[in-house]
T-cell receptor, first 114, second 114 residues
């Protein structure tokens, strides 16, 4: 089945450690996105990528990094510089920038800093 | 830049009652509009979308939404709510020109009483 796969579903990290969240899609979508979700705050855009080897910062990029070496993969690294990383992280993708740009989401990853 | 307002943080309805969730947007031209649903700890699922044409759009799970340009609104409705509809609902808008990055509302939490 086509879809967006995020892993791991749950992740615990010690303070000061970097952690990488995986996102893979087999929908042949051009664009991919990372959102952060905190209770009562909706979705906030971290990074997005419209094509391979190119990505742009979203609203809350500080303390995060991404890469887009392959069309189907868009991993997110939460660095030790992120002051409050405990959150629910959502990866998404869309077929292209035009035609309304319908975005589809993965099932999310919970990150807890201990 | 576009913006989305979901004025209701929580909505409580009885099972079998009708439902309307409000969404207002701010954008100079006709935007692309979406409603998503999120169950606890899960990703977002697309309910329906409006790009152009008929202003009343039908979605999955018995939901519909009506685009009203004069009111800058895209309210979500369902004639009879089921207990399984309890979830978080997000409205999103994509500008028809520009980066095509969606802007999400803060969400409305639907509580269904038996």
């Amino acid at each position: 089945d086509g879809g967006i796969t995020q892993s791991p579903k749950y992740l615990f990290r010690k303070e000061g450690q970097n952690v990488t969240l995986s996102c893979e899609q087999n929908l042949n979508h051009d664009a991919m996105y990372w959102y952060r979700q905190d209770p009562g705050q909706g979705l906030r855009l971290i990074y997005y990528s419209q094509i391979v080897n190119d990505f742009q910062k979203g609203d809350i990029a500080e303390g995060y990094s991404v890469s887009r070496e392959k069309k189907e993969s868009f991993p997110l690294t939460v660095t030790s510089a992120q002051k409050n990383p405990t959150a629910f992280y959502l990866c998404a993708s869309s077929i292209r920038q035009g035609s309304g740009n319908t975005i589809y989401f993965g099932e999310g990853s919970w990150l807890t800093v201990v | 830049a576009q913006s989305v307002t979901q004025p209701d943080i929580h909505i409580t309805v009885s099972e079998g009652a009708s439902l309307e969730l409000r969404c207002n947007y701010s954008y100079g031209a006709t935007p692309y509009l979406f409603w998503y649903v999120q169950s606890p700890g899960q990703g977002l699922q697309l309910l329906l979308k409006y790009f152009s044409g008929d202003t009343l759009v039908q979605g999955i799970k018995g939901f519909e939404a009506e685009f009203k340009r004069s009111q800058s609104s895209f309210n979500l409705r369902k004639p009879s709510v089921h207990w399984s509809d309890a979830a978080e609902y997000f409205c999103a808008v994509v500008a028809s020109g520009g980066s095509y990055i969606p802007t999400f509302g803060r969400g409305t939490s639907l509580i269904v009483h038996p």
